[in-house]
């Protein structure tokens, strides 16, 4: 690629702008090589280095900003923290939200801690109240915070369980911004927009005014009451935990939570139990991920623990282990865990919740996951709801929600201490669920074979394909247009196709952010009423979810 006069241009006037010189000089550097000409190609890699920098800005969707840690707008960088911040703050001036207090926390990432001081520096200086959380923090704790301190808004400096080098900025809305009522929880449309246009409106980072650092606030004891007032059965001997918190900032807090509650016989993974954001012991920070939780498993079976439990490295998302009868242990899915803890907490009775109207609990899932959740709520008397895909349609599925879950491991068993996806209360949850099993004489395998008799077998899995986005959109106008025979259709959002016949359904949409088409499998068995009779019921499931994979993989021209 040869640079042009434009994007020299450009990059020169974002140097020029850029108050930190860690970034600035970066930017140079590329500039400068990408000026020098040669033979090498050198030039031109980094001419196409540059553009790729200076193809932004990072799009503040309803997620906040996610992006590589380098300079220039496309980047995680203080530049683009100052201005991000700098539009946060005057549009929660026109909201009338300009006198309150922030709150802000971050991870252990790079770059997070001047990231969150830069944050902290701008909201004072545009004359917010700070709370700035004394040192790594999880996320919850942030979005605990925002409702426990009356703050107009939280901001998390995190990417969650992106890559290593990546970082984030998530805004949440206290009540005095949030418009629909939700406050304490993530953005969402039209505020994600009205933020987007402010920041755009921005003056250049070196011109935004900064105020003085604050002091460090602590909210830890305050969660860790509230975590103590969480129902529990109290029956039986504490379980033995295996925990990791994924070289992440949740295992401290995660610990004290468990002991809080009377769970102290916990063992974390020693290679992972440090935050360290190069996250060195796996390929990729997710515990979702194929081989992530390897370690966890060999501790779990190595100390004899009775569940064992991994978080993500900002602790809002929490995976459980379990030991099977033969002893081998193996990791639930998402949707199970959310059945299991959404049923538990429906029968341990809601926390705390304002139901209004004396209406039964409300639970809630999204339009990808599971199925079953519904099919417990209505045998257990409450009410059901099935939102968009990601936690902030979750919290809003409606008045007296008292649990709610995605299929990608995010849990919230506490919706009115933290309005977001928990992992450290999730984990509190499955440890007194394992702990009340055991002194019945049961166990998770039990109670999922006890669950499936009576609700029917629901089997999901996820299917993610590479497709260009010409031929992905073409995907789903041909099924959307042309269903195939015994299939009807229906549109949950614009980007989402739901296809379902009796006892299968499957849910298409295309990825926000990569050229990819992802698909949702789900059969169901009805029930037994037996529950000699789920093995074998789980057998004909798996046979028809690989019959439907099959047929998914035709219907795709895959």
Known sequence: MVLSPELRDAAMRWIADDPDPATRSELQRVLATAMAGGADGGAAQAAADLSDRMSGPLRFGTAGLRGRVRAGPAGMNVAVVTRATAGLAAWLHAQGAGTGTVVVGRDARHGSAAFAETTARVLTGAGFGVALLDGPVPTPLVAFAVRHLGAVAGIAVTASHNPPADNGYKVYLGDGAARDGAGGAQIVPPDDAGIEAAITAAPAAVSVPLGAPPDPVDVTEAYLDRIATLPRSLRGPAPRVALTPMHGVGGALATAALARTGVHDVHVVASQARPDPDFPTVAFPNPEEPGATDSLLELAASCGADVAIALDPDADRCAIGVPAADGSWRMLSGDETGVLLGHYVLVNGAHGADRGDDAPALVATTVVSSSMLGRVA?????????????????????????????????????????????????????????????????????????????????????????????????????????????????????????????????????????????????????????????????????????????????????
């Open 378 to 558: 209505d045998g257990l008397g409450a009410r059901f709801a099935e939102t968009l895909t990601g936690f902030k349609w979750i919290v809003r599925a409606g008045a007296g929600l008292v649990f709610g879950y995605e299929e990608a491991i995010g849990l919230c068993v506490d919706p009115d201490g933290v309005l977001d996806k928990d992992g450290i209360s999730a984990a509190v949850v499955a440890a007194d669920l394992v702990r009340g099993l055991a002194a019945a004489g049961s166990s998770v395998p039990q109670r999922l074979d006890e669950l499936a008799a009576e609700f029917g077998v629901h089997l999901t899995e996820p299917i993610s394909l590479r497709l260009d986005p010409a031929a992905r959109d073409a995907a789903v106008r041909r099924l959307r247009d042309a269903p195939p025979a015994g299939w009807s259709t229906d549109r949950p959002a614009p980007d989402v196709l739901r296809l379902r016949r009796e006892g299968v359904r499957v849910v298409i949409r295309p990825s926000g952010t990569e050229p990819k088409l992802k698909a949702y499998l789900e059969v169901v068995e009805p029930p037994t009423g037996d529950v000699a009779l789920v093995p074998a019921s789980r057998e004909r499931a798996g046979e028809r979810l690989a019959a439907l994979r099959s047929e998914v993989d035709g219907m795709l021209g895959t």
